[in-house]
């Protein structure tokens, strides 16, 4: 019963009873002086390659010891393993189906079939691999027990020094190569060797560490993957709601296009409608008076030829009344081609003005459409990540304050020194603000992604990024940092101080002679950054949302 009891307990350890050297089971276990347990042949083998620098350690935790120890064997653990090897004998599997070796396999040794059987076990005593039926002599011969077996992977061939033949069990540190032991005797006879267990050991360490570093790895790519799928799935979701709303916003459009051409169409047919009605009136008039007037010229032909006359003054006197109707309208009529041709003029222009803001705002729209880098570039880290942004910048010669003087091809600004000026951000047109401000910018627009650097020397200056359609007010509210649209670092012997809409905030940060800013347009972000050399330090980094209207460099000092 105690016996059985035993076995289950080994059953649930049986890693614990693995030598480190060899990873099978111990063979006669022996335990060394630092509390380690290894086969005996095992221990003994790796101190025969530490002879001849006269030191011995331990394979796992490298304890030295400059005396040989004895090795006394570990009965307790013998036995325990002993039970271990029964239990296993008694509930290994059946024989696994024996399956015929192909090209790419290591084919058995003792097969004399025609094709041999796939081996599953290699021995490294017997330098032979073996199929599953040819291996059991090496599980129930007791002398067989003690050969070392291991998983046939590759052609035991390839395990063989091609010089002595020999198996290869130790490994060359100085060469990076496994050898046999005869090895050792000649061209390996002054390396740093080791048996090829220990330095599977070491190797071990570094997989198992460089696996954890891949599944570090692989979990960061799985996040970055859930966060592209999510990333993917809200850019569907708003690229739909945005068609469904400018189609909806083009509908209205159209439709009230429709509307206005519907109007326009029943209003010019309602006055063509009133002035047929007008016309066939005066049309029913004029007959009506045309055949009056034709009757009094019959009668008064008539009374022409009448020899009597007192019957033709009396008969004239009624007939010399006229018989027009004064309230028919007298020509001339006339088409009014002139007001046609307003109502079509002014649908021409309406045509023309609504082609025109079309093709003003087409462009914005078209870009801001067009940007689909949903993925963000990674916060830059070293300088060389920004310089592949690097735009070069010219200052504008239309901008330059009084106080400031452009040379070296319109790159550098220098002030005058008994001028108490005063630093501002603008867009790309010179303001009037007024005698105390000192300023010049940049001639071009920024968009995009775009870095750029500015070395300055003095006492107090500022770099800033502002919208072109800034006011220009004649005050230091027109100062960078003073309105929402410019956003200014502030640099001074003292440090640096960040303003944006007349809030000011404290900068920390190494005060250095060149200071670098990074600019992402449509991600909405504007970093500063202080330059030493190649280290690059983040200042400071706002976050916002940029409108269509471009963005330019300013630069000032005070």
């Known amino acids: 019963m105690a016996e059985q009891q035993m076995q289950q307990g080994i059953d649930l350890d049986q890693s614990h009873f693995c030598c480190s050297v060899c990873l099978e089971l111990f063979k006669e276990p022996v335990t060394i002086p630092c509390g380690h347990t290894y086969c005996k042949v095992c221990i003994e083998g790796c101190w ?22 004895v090795l006394r064997k570990n009965n307790i653990l013998a036995e325990v393993v002993l039970n271990l090897k029964k239990t296993s004998t008694q509930q290994a599997p059946p ?48 002398v067989l027990k003690k050969h070392q077996l291991v998983s046939a992977t590759i052609p035991l061939q390839e395990k063989m020094c091609t010089k002595h033949n020999k198996l290869m069990e130790i490994y060359c540190q100085t060469d990076k190569k496994c050898i046999c032991y005869l090895c050792i005797i000649d061209e390996h006879k002054y390396h ?109 032909e008539q009374l022409s030829h009448v020899d009597d006359h007192i019957h033709f003054i009396q008969t004239f006197k009624s007939l010399s009344i006229s018989c027009e109707n004064p309230d028919v309208r007298a020509g001339p009529f006339a088409c009014p081609k002139r007001s ?50 690097c735009c070069p910048l010219t200052l504008d010669q239309n901008t330059v304050s009084e106080y400031l003087t452009i040379s070296q091809e319109n790159r550098r600004a220098t002030s005058e020194k008994n001028a108490n000026c005063y630093l501002d951000t603008y867009s790309r047109r010179w303001m009037n603000v007024g005698k105390n401000i000192r300023q010049v910018l940049c001639s071009e627009s920024l968009s995009g992604r775009c ?75 504007l970093s500063f950054y202080s330059i030493s050399v190649t280290k690059l330090a983040l200042l400071h980094k706002v976050k916002t949302t940029f409108h269509s209207a471009s963005l330019s460099w300013p630069w000032g000092e005070g």
């Open 48 to 69: 025969d390659q530490e002879k001849q620098r006269g030191k011995y350690s331990c394979p796992q935790c490298r304890e030295e010891f400059s005396q040989r120890p």
């Open 95 to 142: 024989p696994a189906a024996v399956a015929c070796a192909d090209p790419s396999d290591v084919a058995c040794d003792f097969c004399s079939e025609t094709k041999s059987n796939k081996a599953t076990m290699s021995c490294l005593t017997c330098l032979a691999s073996y199929c599953p039926t040819h291996i059991e002599p090496h599980y129930s011969v007791p």
């Open 192 to 300: 740093r060797t080791v048996s090829a267990a220990a330095e599977r050991a070491e190797e071990q360490k570094r997989l198992t560490a460089s696996q954890r570093k891949v599944q570090q790895r692989e979990k960061e790519r799985e996040k970055e993957l859930n966060q592209l799928i999510q990333a993917l799935k809200e850019y569907k979701s708003c690229s739909g709601t945005a068609v469904k709303t400018s189609d909806k916003i083009f509908d209205e459009l159209i439709t009230s296009i429709k509307i206005k051409h519907t109007l326009v169409k029943q209003l010019m047919q309602s006055q063509e409608k009133t002035a047929v009605i007008q016309a066939k009136q005066l049309q029913l008039q004029l007959e009506d008076e045309i055949t009056k007037l034709r009757r009094r010229d019959s009668e008064l």
């Open 340 to 389: 046609f041709k307003a109502v079509t003029d002014g649908v021409s222009q309406l045509r023309g003005d609504i082609k025109r803001l079309l093709n003003e705002k087409w462009p914005g729209i078209s870009k801001t459409v067009s940007y689909t880098d949903f993925v963000m570039p990674p916060e830059p880290k070293a300088r060389e990540d920004v310089l592949r942004y």
């Open 451 to 525: 870095y750029w650097e500015v070395t300055w020397s003095g006492s107090t200056w500022s770099v800033a990024v502002s919208y072109k359609d800034i006011s220009q007010p004649s005050s230091h509210d027109s100062e960078f940092g003073k309105n929402n649209k410019s956003w200014s670092l502030d640099c001074s012997q003292q440090g640096y101080s960040f303003r944006h809409n007349s809030a000011s905030t404290s900068v920390s940060g190494y005060r250095t002679s060149r200071v670098g800013v990074y600019l992402d347009y449509e991600a909405g972000t």
